[in-house]
Nanobody
Framework: QVQLVESGGGLVQAGDSLRLSCAAS????????MGWFRQAPGKQREMVAS???????NYADSVSGRFTISRDNAKNTVYLQMNSLKPEDTAVYYC?????????????WGQGTQVIVSS
């Protein structure tokens, strides 16, 4: 069982930066694909960025060039550096850990951290 705890959210103005962190425990962190998702009020949860166990990143078009995902396997932590924030980035941001083990998907979520971007 993997536990994920997000931190770093807050209220910022458009154009500002934030760095989210997600600390993992209870599993072999380096073997998981890690991701950041977000959910705005009245909208479905969407993928923001992901990073493979080998460190290859992938981004949603809406954040490409502004957000950077990274991981520190020694600290069991994944980060999301968010620059040039826009009001439409306002959402609850969730950390996700995913891997296939013995042919079965293993999928874990944090409780989320709120990001509010004012115009």
């Amino acid at each position: 069982q993997v536990q994920l705890v997000e931190s770093g959210g807050g209220l910022v103005q458009a154009g500002d930066s934030l760095r989210l962190s997600c600390a993992a425990s209870g599993g072999t962190f380096s073997s998981y694909m890690m991701g950041w998702f977000r959910q705005a009020p009245g909208k479905q949860r969407e993928m923001v960025a992901s990073i493979t166990s080998g460190g290859a990143p992938n981004y949603a078009d809406s954040v490409s060039g502004r957000f950077t995902i990274s991981r520190d396997n020694a600290k069991n932590t994944v980060y999301l550096q968010m620059n040039s924030l826009k009001p439409e980035d306002t959402a609850v941001y969730y950390c996700n850990a995913f891997r296939i083990r013995f042919g079965l998907p293993r999928d874990y979520w944090g409780q989320g951290t709120q990001v509010i971007v004012s115009s």
